[in-house]
Structures are given as C-alpha cells and as structure tokens.
C-alpha cells in the first residue's frame, strides 16, 4: 500500500513521466507547509522513475527506505553523508523562506515544494533539475548549465530568495556538484540494484461498458487498470479502423493504482443504433506483439445471440432428424414384420 501523499504526488506529476525511451530519472521531492514562524511541517520523498526508495522521517529527517535494494546500493558513509546534507539544507531553507517571508508580511500559512533531481539518458549524458514552488505554483528553477536561479513567479519573495541562492556561493557550488557528478553516479547503483523491480510487468485487464446521458448519445467507455509500468496506448476502433482524437473521444489521465499499478479511461460518444462495430485496442509492453481487444457489450451480444441461435438452430436440425431416423426405423420394421407375418401365415 503507497503512501497517500505519494499517490498524490505521482497524480500531480503525471506530467513529467513523458521521459524518452531508455532514460531513467531519480527525483527528490520535498512539500514543506510553513505554519507560521515557529512551525515547519517537511515531508520528503526520493523516487526512481515511479518507484519509492524511501522518504523522510518528518520529526528526524533520517531517511526511512521503503525498496530492499536500496540501502545496499550505496556504501553506509554514503547514506550517512547524504542524511547529514538533508537535514543541513532543510534547516537552512525553513530560515531563509521564514526570514524572507516574515521581512515582506507574507501571510502564514503556505506551502513550498521542492523537486529536484538528475535524468540519465542511454547515451550516458544527462541531464539535471531543480523547480521550486510556491503554493502549488511555479516560483523558481534552477538553470544547471548557467549556474543561475532563474525567476518562474516576480514577487518580492521571489526575488529575495532568487538573490539569497545566487549570492550563496558556497551552496551553488554544492548544487553544482550535486546536479554533474554525485547524482548521475549513485543514480547508475541505484539502477544496478534496481533492476528487477524497474524490470516489473503487470498486464492490463479492461472492461468496456456504455452509458446513456441522453435518448441522442451513447458513451462507450472502456476502463483500463492495474497495469505497470505506465506507458500504454489504449484505442478505440470503429469497424477495425482507429477512432481519431476529435470532439468524440475524450482519454482521461493515467492515473496511479494504491498497488504501484495505473488505471485508464477513454471514453468515446456514438449515436445510439449507428450500425457500426466498435472495439477498445489496448497495447503495453507487458502484451509483448500483441494487443488486448475488448469489443463493446453490444457487439459481444450479437456474437453470442448469432452463437445461441446457431445453437438452437442446430439442436433442432439434430431433434429432428432423430425423430425423423426413428420413425423410419420403426417403420421399416412395421414394413418388414407385416410381410413376414403374411408370408408365414401363408405359408401355413
């Protein structure tokens, strides 16, 4: 079972998941919720592609791993480092977002989050991030390249924390380091030790069914879940030929399951007795070659009135020609005891 606020934070990025084929990203995620001046609540998450390795024990900040693979992947002084360097940072910027907050009469209470993180791509380069926001909208990022906070939000807040990071030397140099080297480094042992649980499959398994908002329009609606990992494509076919995105079709998000699986719906309206046949194609790594077809409710129902009517239509033939061999039967035999009878009585 995830955690809640993990699933929430996996719905809310279901943006950022669009990553090329082959590339693998870790992310750290932080939702600090600043009470007032005395009172931080920071809650942290560290992520490979969707998968949790740990998070954050809200009243030490010592790290709590969640995969048994992970702790191992890195030397013990690693871990040691890094929980030294969380606990660091987070005291350094509830003090620089308090101090900012309480000099320019921002009002208690409001939420930052913080993700940042590093993507390996199969060529081997990589790429580096950080985003900051400021109640659920986009405040700073980070340009790597440049060394630069670049401003997202131009408020006083804004620029006294952008000028607080830029001119904090010490620390962009840590981030530099960070972002170039140690990332990208203990990201390749995470994806050694990883390998089996990024390696999961779970096959899709859909229903289609149909709802009536009005005696004019149908909604076909086929639902996918508990599918891993994410990535999937999921059709509509009318007579064998693929429905177009258009005004008629609406594909909802891919939504994730409490059991690290995800969900899918896409929903197409139609005209009540068009005369068409429509089928829902679903295609995931899991499937290999081959896609799941799921026809509509009404078109299953024809093949399996055509199959029960041939059915009865055969039980009937067969009753028939039963009957039609055992009256034969029993009149030949009438036809031949007569005969024989006439013959003995003759005879006699």
């Given at each position: 079972?995830?955690?809640?606020?993990?699933?929430?934070?996996?719905?809310?990025?279901?943006?950022?998941?669009?990553?090329?084929?082959?590339?693998?990203?870790?992310?750290?995620?932080?939702?600090?919720?600043?009470?007032?001046?005395?009172?931080?609540?920071?809650?942290?998450?560290?992520?490979?592609?969707?998968?949790?390795?740990?998070?954050?024990?809200?009243?030490?900040?010592?790290?709590?791993?969640?995969?048994?693979?992970?702790?191992?992947?890195?030397?013990?002084?690693?871990?040691?480092?890094?929980?030294n360097m969380i606990k660091?940072?987070?005291?350094?910027?509830?003090?620089?977002?308090?101090?900012?907050?309480?000099?320019?009469?921002?009002?208690?209470?409001?939420?930052?989050?913080?993700?940042?993180?590093?993507?390996?791509?199969?060529?081997?380069?990589?790429?580096?991030?950080?985003?900051?926001?400021?109640?659920?909208?986009?405040?700073?990022?980070?340009?790597?390249?440049?060394?630069?906070?670049?401003?997202?939000?131009?408020?006083?807040?804004?620029?006294?924390?952008?000028?607080?990071?830029?001119?904090?030397?010490?620390?962009?140099?840590?981030?530099?380091?960070?972002?170039?080297?140690?990332?990208?480094?203990?990201?390749?042992?995470?994806?050694?030790?990883?390998?089996?649980?990024?390696?999961?499959?779970?096959?899709?398994?859909?229903?289609?069914?149909?709802?009536?908002?009005?005696?004019?329009?149908?909604?076909?609606?086929?639902?996918?879940?508990?599918?891993?990992?994410?990535?999937?494509?999921?059709?509509?076919?009318?007579?064998?030929?693929?429905?177009?995105?258009?005004?008629?079709?609406?594909?909802?998000?891919?939504?994730?399951?409490?059991?690290l699986t995800y969900q899918?719906?896409?929903?197409?309206?139609?005209?009540?007795?068009?005369?068409?046949?429509?089928?829902?194609?679903?295609?995931?790594?899991?499937?290999?070659?081959?896609?799941?077809?799921?026809?509509?409710?009404?078109?299953?129902?024809?093949?399996?009135?055509?199959?029960?009517?041939?059915?009865?239509?055969?039980?009937?033939?067969?009753?028939?020609?039963?009957?039609?061999?055992?009256?034969?039967?029993?009149?030949?035999?009438?036809?031949?005891?007569?005969?024989?009878?006439?013959?003995?009585?003759?005879?006699?």
């Open positions: 079972m995830q955690h809640p606020l993990f699933l929430l934070l996996l719905l809310l990025l279901h943006g950022t998941w669009a990553d090329p084929e082959g590339s693998f990203t870790v992310r750290l995620l932080q939702i600090s919720t600043f009470q007032n001046t005395s009172f931080v609540d920071t809650e942290g998450f560290g992520l490979l592609e969707d998968i949790e390795l740990g998070a954050l024990d809200k009243r030490t900040w010592n790290i709590h791993f969640y995969q048994p693979w992970v702790r191992p992947a890195l030397p013990r002084s690693d871990w040691d480092t890094i929980e660091i940072y987070l005291q350094k910027f509830s003090h620089l977002i308090n101090d900012g907050a309480s000099a320019r009469d921002v009002p208690y209470p409001f939420v930052v989050q913080c993700m940042a993180g590093c993507e390996l791509y199969s060529n081997r380069t990589s790429r580096a991030f950080a985003y900051v926001g400021y109640n659920g909208q986009d405040f700073l990022s980070y340009d790597v390249d440049h060394g630069k906070w670049i401003l997202y939000e131009d408020t006083d807040l804004s620029r006294y924390v952008q000028a607080t990071l830029q001119n904090y030397t010490a620390f962009s140099e840590l981030v530099q380091v960070l972002f170039n080297d140690t990332c990208v480094d203990d990201m390749e042992l995470l994806l050694r030790y990883g390998k089996a649980a990024l390696a999961r499959q779970e096959p899709p398994a859909a229903t289609v069914f149909a709802r009536a908002p009005s005696p004019a329009q149908l909604l076909l609606v086929c639902h996918v879940t508990g599918f891993y990992p994410r990535p999937i494509s999921v059709a509509w076919l009318r007579d064998g030929q693929e429905v177009l995105p258009g005004p008629a079709l609406t594909t909802g998000a891919i939504l994730p399951n409490s059991d899918l719906r896409i929903v197409l309206a139609v005209s009540p007795g068009d005369g068409h046949s429509y089928t829902c194609r679903i295609r995931h790594r899991s499937l290999g070659t081959r896609s799941l077809l799921i026809p509509w409710g009404n078109s299953k129902a024809v093949l399996i009135s055509g199959l029960v009517a041939a059915l009865s239509a055969g039980v009937t033939v067969a009753a028939i020609v039963v009957l039609w061999v055992w009256r034969r039967r029993k009149y030949q035999k009438m036809e031949q005891s007569e005969p024989t009878s006439s013959i003995v009585s003759n005879e006699a």
